[in-house]
């Protein structure tokens, strides 16, 4: 569906999502980002300043509010030097009546280079790279149930930063809400493309999308099982929305049942790392104590996330440059 | 009335409206937005960036909303490399019940160099301009139906660049509610000053404004007829809170009798290019087949309004500077 | 309380306070601060811009709306090169129900190396700087009654400039709203520090807090007998919701009671300057006369804050990097 132009194996001209993109473009991401991170400068999360987006103009098309993603993407188009824009899209095109198209071909007009992009609707960043402003490196900063890339490319830089092994002798295991996560959906695909051969999915039948095993995932629905020897753990958040809900019946519970304990984290690798996209909710989906225990990479992830977007920026505008021969 | 202080005929201190600046002071700023338009290094809609605003700082004061002037001047005021400051203006001057004049000279003390004002009470720019802060470089973002000189602008710029005629030559017909619209009375005065003899307004009588033939056009209640031979049709907005008053039964009824249809255009010119202020009701006042047809050239004005405020701040400043000797 | 961890006596890391400062600390940002300040370039409020926030990335967390601080923090932060975000850190926060903790710990992790903080709770910047980021240069913005600290440096800083006398030889009275007044208590703090031997405070007893001569200050109800012979009179803001209260029966039996009007300024030193935090109530705190007179300085308070948030921003900065031998 969301099969991104390519310029060839290694180059990206939009980020729309990860399937359908090869290992080589994946690593290519992954690399980059690696190259912003600085370890040895005595500060926490040290990253490089680049000035590879100065003079271009990034618009932050933001349909959907999530200060998160949104800060994370801004940080990292000021650490590139660009100029940034956020745009409060929604009351803007709609409130004089005019189609998105319209909209989105003035802000092409008004000399955008990059358009991040945030909906609520699966799809629209595919949508805008092809048929709206392919002109445009457009990159998707989650749209709908159906990908949040950045996401997914931030947890597979965590995992080839933190784990000490290779991605295809990794057993890694997502745990949650896997049906209504476009983090789960965006993950596997990444961690399959990468080599990862263990991949498990942890979740009551009521959370599981249909067919899930189709995808070449081991399913559980019992946590102790599915952690066991595991080297990589991810909690997924339960949206406060679905508690209480037929699917949920209360916080406590789930905790009980799918909560990542320190007993849990025992049955797993030693030094397995503990990964959640947040925000945490804790005491739900993790105990506090494994969410700031040594073996917890969350922060770290967070870290990795400017770096692995001012990759994707960077990146997506070579590619683009390069498709035009400039 | 918005009679801008003059440096001398060809720099600008302010840029209040169009009227009252001279030919070599419009031609000041068509020539240095053209400057900055590049059309050979492969994307559509290129500007050259610029250092000539850098360390210097522009604030954007939006008493009325408006996210499509605001974007673009933002997009300019960064492209010149200023520091840009937009201010959610109304909501704070008024909260603590401070004048808007103490409000003005305290932002002024917080070493602003420019102001960019959008209000909708007539008049505002230029009274900031003499009476208020006369040391701060003042660009009038529209002011209720006042003018809308950028918007005015941008329209010669786009003329200068696509007419293959001097403005001496060109027929131009301003399509719509002129009675309302603060962008055809800043054309007629910027069109005038450039040397355009035959400037015809069409519109419903209960569009146009009394007396409008002493401004020395001709005008049409007939589309067909004012078309005939024009050079340059520009279509202008019908305001939705209009529809359906007396002044104006239904959209279908005024896109029957006023709207820019292929058959309307062929009694135009060969080649008569069509703009339109935008955002554009497609099916309203235009036909989207000419709205997306190859006489086009709104999607170009909006490229071009970049460039024109770009030139309009990097004048204002150094005509600032001049000023003092600096 | 508020005591910033020091690296030595004129150095700081954080700014969370003047309190527990050292004269050579203060007199570091005064001259600092000065050095910002350019008399010469012919035009008024004139700042020197530097580069040495450049590559770092300063995030503005106002848990409350102050349009006013924020955009003289933003102007100061973007004059000294730094990148720069405004988080609308309340409604992002508690919109996912995550701690503040989490947050902020969330928001050190996508590489913020300065918060400058804005809380209505007393000791949030303090809290920050001690036990949740202390890797991060905290500045306070204004937190609770408790401080209001680069509001008083600035005062600081503006007597320094405009007063034909060292400190030690100065009398400052501070009219007004003594109880209520973050400015107030952070200006006593300061002056003490700085060698300021006669300080008075005038206020109804209402509006004074208990015990405030333990503080070293010398107390007057009458104002008329208050600013005899005083080099520095500063008013304070009377906050519009007091008025009408028990405390305050009315804004024109307050200006009777306790207006700075030319009368009473005449009583003072010839040349006695006038001071206000702002935004000013005219007519209440002070006479316009006053306020738009020879001997205010108070558009210079505000451009000379300009200067001292740099000043604060930019050690601060220093601070932290040498702390880490960086």
Redesign the interface.
């Known amino acids: 569906m969301a099969k991104p132009a390519k310029v060839d194996d290694s180059h990206i001209r939009h980020f729309i999502g990860v399937e359908g993109l090869t290992k080589a473009q994946l690593m290519a991401i992954i690399e980059k980002a690696n190259g912003y991170l600085t370890d040895n400068?005595?500060?926490?999360?040290?990253?490089k300043?680049s000035n590879e987006l100065e003079?271009y103009?990034v618009m932050n098309l933001f349909f959907e509010n999530s200060?998160?993603t949104r800060?994370?993407f801004?940080?990292a188009e000021?650490?590139l030097g660009a100029?940034v824009?956020n745009?409060?899209i929604a009351?803007?095109s709609t409130?004089?009546?005019?189609?998105l198209r319209?909209?989105l071909?003035?802000?092409?007009?008004?000399?955008?280079d990059i358009f991040v992009v945030r909906h609520s609707a699966s799809g629209t960043a595919h949508f805008m790279a092809t048929e709206v402003t392919p002109?445009i490196a457009i990159i998707n900063g989650g749209d709908g149930w159906h990908a949040h890339p950045t996401q997914a490319m931030l947890d597979m830089l965590t995992i080839y930063r933190e784990a000490k092994k290779p991605f295809e002798e990794l057993s890694v295991a997502i745990i949650g809400d896997i049906k209504h996560s476009r983090v789960a959906r965006s993950d596997i695909s990444a961690l399959q493309t990468l080599g990862v051969k263990d991949i498990r999915v942890i979740a009551p039948k009521t959370l599981l999308p249909k067919g899930i095993e189709r995808y070449g995932v081991q399913v559980f629905n019992d946590i102790d099982k599915g952690v066991v020897d595991c080297d990589v753990l991810i909690g997924l958040r339960i949206q406060?929305e679905r508690i209480g809900s037929p699917l949920l019946p209360s916080t406590s519970e789930y905790f009980k049942m799918y909560g990542i304990t320190p007993e849990r984290l025992a049955l797993a690798k030693p030094n397995a790392l503990v990964m959640h996209p947040?925000?945490?909710?804790?005491g739900v989906e993790i105990a506090s104590s494994v969410a700031d225990g040594e073996q917890s990479v969350i922060?770290?992830q967070?870290?990795n996330?400017?770096a692995v977007r001012m990759a994707v920026l960077a990146l997506a505008m070579e590619g683009q440059r390069k498709m035009?021969?400039?």
Chains 1, 2, 3 share one sequence.
Do not use: C, F, Q, Y
Not at 95 to 99: A, M, P, T, Y
Not at 105 to 112: G, S
Not at 278 to 282: A, F, L, S, V
């Open positions: 400068d005595g500060r926490p999360n040290s990253i300043n003079g103009t200060t998160r800060t994370t801004e940080v000021k650490r100029n824009l745009l409060d009351r803007s409130s004089k009546g005019e189609s319209d909209t071909w003035n802000l092409e007009a008004m000399t955008a002109n406060n947040g925000p945490m909710n804790r922060l770290k967070v870290n996330g400017i035009k021969g400039i």
